[in-house]
């Protein structure tokens, strides 16, 4: 959020000085106030007003509790007093404020106004009061369409007009690998239209919370790198968050944010509209089986469930527990709002290899090394999970534990 926009320039009596600021007194103060000012312009003034060999470059300052950002501009030319004249509009934010959106609005602001000055002396020829006239009411406005919309249209003459528009600095979205699952968190069809990428609208019908990145490019026939890329694309503007791949004979445990969901109705309650199966028309005798569960599924009920889950404890293993509780819920449901809202995590298994590489090789391989060793000893040092080797390798969890059996010294730890 801005705090303040100013509009200095360099006086030929005065020097450094801010002329229109807004607010009024949060820069330099007025004979009348005891407001305290925001920003003690004379220990900046020297930055914001600088040489002419320092000019036409970004500044960007900390000030107290405040940042400042800048873009002092100088033109030369014999019309003006000391043949130059430099300005430079400024913004001041919190400390704490990312300043990376800010940037380009300074650097518009001299753009526009520098060729204002060039064409007509728009700047240099304004001889209103402090605070007054065109110049301020345009960072009054500016100011408030900033803060307010995060953009702004403002008409200057007939010929000019501001446009700015503050985009959102979002970090950049973590390593997506072939086992993540994407789930939308937005309802992707309803942004897209004809000039969207090829790849990417290829993709959306499968994105569903239940395939895996490697899954939907098989699916849509599209090359991984690209549909990486794009769900890349989705997950940096908060579109789609990733979730790994659900599996009946995975484990989950809950985290330290399960008191979170303990002491919150209203998640709870929420949880239990996300998870309940929908009405299926089911025979009288098993709908009244239902209703009697559904009844019985409470907040308190709900985290009953979430903390008796355990490592070591899968999930098929879970629901004979509770197979009275399973019969109304979806439970792939069940488990993903718990790994969503962070008070569930999954237990992944690990495989590594405590023996040399000579070790791994079974007798039985003299005769024929079987195929997929190869490939499977570089995953053995315990930082792929079996969802990203059964992917990569497009094998079963069966098949890698019969595999990983057969190659001598390798443990499995679930983390």
């Known amino acids: 959020m801005i705090k303040a926009i100013f509009f200095s320039k360099f006086d030929v009596h005065d020097g450094p000085k801010v002329v229109h600021q807004v607010p009024t007194n949060s820069i330099t103060p007025s004979f009348e106030t005891t407001s305290q000012q925001l920003v003690h312009f004379p220990s900046v003034a020297a930055t914001v007003i600088p040489r002419q060999s320092f000019c036409s470059l970004p500044i960007a300052l900390l000030h107290s509790r405040y940042r400042i950002l800048g873009y002092p501009t100088c033109l030369a030319s014999p019309s ?6 430099i300005f430079n509009f400024c913004l001041v934010l919190s400390r704490q404020t990312e300043a990376t959106a800010y940037a380009s609005v ?3 602001l001299a753009s526009l106004f520098k060729h204002l000055e060039e064409t007509s002396q728009f700047l240099s020829k304004d001889n209103s009061p ?3 006239g065109k110049i301020y009411a345009l960072c ?5 369409d900033l803060n307010n919309y995060c953009e702004c249209m403002i008409p200057i003459d007939g010929s000019n007009t501001l446009n700015i528009k503050l985009f959102p600095n979002y970090p950049p979205p973590p390593p997506i690998f072939a086992h993540h699952v994407p789930l939308s968190t937005v309802r992707l069809e309803s942004l897209t239209d004809s000039n969207w990428d090829l790849t990417m609208l290829l993709i959306l019908p499968y994105i569903n919370g239940v395939k895996s990145v490697k899954q939907i490019a098989l699916l849509a026939d599209a090359d991984y790198k690209l549909v990486r890329k794009a769900i ?24 330290a944010e399960i008191g979170a969901f303990v002491g919150d109705p209203e998640v709870q309650e929420e949880c239990r509209r996300y998870i309940l199966l929908p009405d299926t028309g089911l025979q009288p005798e098993a709908a009244t089986g239902m209703a009697v569960g559904i009844e019985a599924l409470d907040g308190t009920k709900l985290v009953e469930m979430y903390c008796s889950l355990r490592q070591g404890l899968s999930v098929k293993s879970w629901c004979l527990e509770h197979a009275d509780e399973v ?15 962070g008070f569930l995590y999954r237990v992944h298994k690990y495989a590594i290899a405590t023996g040399p590489a ?15 060793h190869a490939e499977l000893e570089r995953y053995l040092d315990g930082n792929h999970c079996f969802d990203e080797i059964c992917t990569e390798l497009m094998i079963s969890e069966r098949d890698l534990l019969g595999e990983l059996k057969g190659m001598g010294d390798v443990q499995i730890i679930q983390k």
């Open 327 to 341: 019969r109304v819920i979806d439970i792939r449901r069940f488990i993903t709002f718990g790994v969503i809202r």
């Open 140 to 144: 009054e406005i500016l100011l408030e």
């Open 130 to 132: 402090p605070n007054t």
């Open 232 to 255: 890349a694309h989705l997950l940096y503007y908060g579109c789609v968050i990733l979730l790994d791949i659900f599996s009946f004979g995975a484990s989950y445990a809950p985290t």
């Open 358 to 372: 000579s070790t791994l090789r079974p007798a039985r391989e003299k005769k024929g090394r079987k195929k997929g």
């Open 80 to 85: 003006y007093s000391r043949n130059e004249f």
């Open 106 to 108: 300074v650097a518009k």
